[in-house]
């Protein structure tokens, strides 16, 4: 099976469409939010046409799973795409009045736990579909094989991935993670039908073009996320505190950002518009999946994915990357 594989009898890419729900933000990614609100966005990015939905049991110790779902579950399940990763067990815990250290504002009553193994991935599986309240889930990645062991990953991990794909407990797997280096390892070693490619295929920099390249000539897709470089290309005037790789944007790479928004400026384009666009110009990418933690985020990423954007404007903001 590989990224022209069919899930629930579409193509692949058709299944995903251009935009997707990045549902870290809903896990109280940096900030809590009230489940209202989780909710609202949700079914604002449906109401805005997206149907691909990528969430984590990393994402808010499982929170994200659990509001993901009580808003899917509802929905035709032959509608939507749903993927999960696998890679980190949630333990039970005693929060005794603790917060999450992984920068989710949840209380910490579950201990993350690595686990590559056959039994680990099919328990982590089991337990997302517990939380999500649905009976299967479309994709299974490998989260950060290369923060935790990568070899053990490629040996492992991805074998099992393998099989539970073969065995029809998930319609296609792959592997997400921030480096394209690892990344492209995996690809390698294995025969997956996606790779979530975070932050190294952007508007400022594009890092991972030797992994989009290979993925193309195997026929792997690529989910493109992280496209605003953590902030940095989110608005369209680039603020002095902009934040980069989840910290303090370096101030060359503030003044290469403004650099973009100000060419983006002359073709009458906003610079997060142009940041989307731009994240699905190489063939690799069949999707780009971005988070959102209310409802007006949801609806304007749609919006802005869908606005025409004057294809001058490609090799412009080129010119400036090369100076």
């Given at each position: 099976?590989s990224?022209?594989?069919e899930?629930?009898?579409?193509?692949?890419?058709?299944?995903?469409g251009r935009?997707?729900?990045?549902?870290?933000?809903?896990?109280?990614?940096?900030?809590?939010?009230?489940?209202?609100?989780?909710?609202?966005?949700?079914?604002a990015?449906?109401?805005?046409g997206?149907?691909y939905f990528?969430t984590?049991?990393?994402?808010g110790?499982?929170?994200?799973?659990r509001r993901?779902?009580?808003?899917?579950?509802d929905?035709?399940?032959?509608?939507?795409?749903?993927?999960?990763?696998?890679?980190?067990l949630?333990e039970?815990q005693d929060a005794?009045g603790?917060?999450?250290?992984?920068?989710?504002d949840?209380?910490?009553?579950?201990?993350?736990?690595?686990?590559?193994s056959?039994a680990?991935?099919?328990?982590?599986?089991?337990?997302?579909?517990g939380?999500?309240?649905?009976?299967h889930?479309d994709?299974?990645?490998?989260?950060?094989?290369?923060?935790?062991?990568l070899?053990?990953g490629?040996?492992?991990?991805l074998?099992?991935?393998?099989?539970?794909?073969a065995?029809?407990l998930?319609?296609?797997?792959?592997?997400?993670?921030?480096?394209?280096?690892?990344?492209?390892?995996?690809?390698e070693?294995?025969?997956?039908?996606?790779?979530?490619?975070?932050?190294?295929y952007?508007?400022l920099e594009?890092?991972g073009?030797?992994?989009?390249?290979?993925?193309?000539?195997?026929?792997?897709?690529?989910?493109?996320?992280?496209?605003?470089?953590?902030?940095?290309?989110a608005?369209?005037?680039?603020?002095e505190?902009?934040h980069?790789?989840y910290?303090?944007?370096?101030?060359a790479?503030?003044?290469?950002?403004r650099a973009l928004?100000?060419?983006?400026?002359?073709?009458?384009?906003?610079?997060p518009t142009?940041?989307?666009?731009?994240s699905l110009?190489?063939?690799?990418?069949?999707?780009?999946?971005?988070?959102?933690s209310?409802p007006?985020?949801?609806?304007?990423n749609?919006a802005?994915m869908?606005?025409d954007?004057?294809e001058?404007?490609?090799?412009?903001?080129?010119?400036?990357r090369?100076?």
């Amino acid at each position: 099976m590989s990224a022209a594989s069919e899930l629930g009898g579409q193509p692949e890419a058709a299944r995903l469409g251009r935009l997707g729900f990045g549902a870290a933000g809903i896990g109280n990614l940096y900030r809590a939010m009230p489940d209202s609100q989780a909710e609202d966005t949700i079914n604002a990015a449906w109401d805005a046409g997206v149907r691909y939905f990528d969430t984590a049991p990393h994402y808010g110790l499982g929170l994200s799973e659990r509001r993901l779902g009580a808003v899917l579950r509802d929905k035709p399940r032959d509608s939507f795409t749903i993927s999960t990763k696998v890679g980190r067990l949630l333990e039970p815990q005693d929060a005794q009045g603790r917060l999450d250290d992984e920068g989710f504002d949840v209380p910490a009553d579950s201990l993350r736990v690595w686990d590559f193994s056959e039994a680990g991935i099919r328990r982590s599986l089991e337990d997302s579909l517990g939380r999500l309240g649905l009976d299967h889930v479309d994709i299974a990645y490998l989260h950060d094989p290369d923060v935790h062991d990568l070899e053990a990953g490629i040996s492992h991990a991805l074998p099992v991935l393998e099989k539970l794909r073969a065995e029809g407990l998930v319609r296609a797997i792959g592997v997400g993670t921030n480096s394209a280096e690892a990344a492209l390892e995996c690809v390698e070693s294995a025969e997956l039908d996606l790779v979530m490619l975070a932050g190294r295929y952007t508007l400022l920099e594009q890092p991972g073009v030797p992994l989009l390249d290979r993925c193309t000539a195997r026929g792997t897709g690529v989910v493109n996320v992280g496209v605003f470089n953590s902030g940095l290309l989110a608005r369209p005037e680039v603020p002095e505190d902009a934040h980069y790789n989840y910290g303090r944007a370096p101030r060359a790479l503030v003044e290469r950002a403004r650099a973009l928004a100000g060419v983006c400026r002359d073709f009458g384009v906003e610079l997060p518009t142009a940041a989307l666009q731009f994240s699905l110009r190489h063939p690799a990418v069949v999707n780009v999946t971005v988070g959102a933690s209310r409802p007006e985020q949801a609806a304007g990423n749609a919006a802005r994915m869908a606005e025409d954007v004057p294809e001058e404007l490609w090799a412009a903001l080129a010119a400036v990357r090369r100076a």
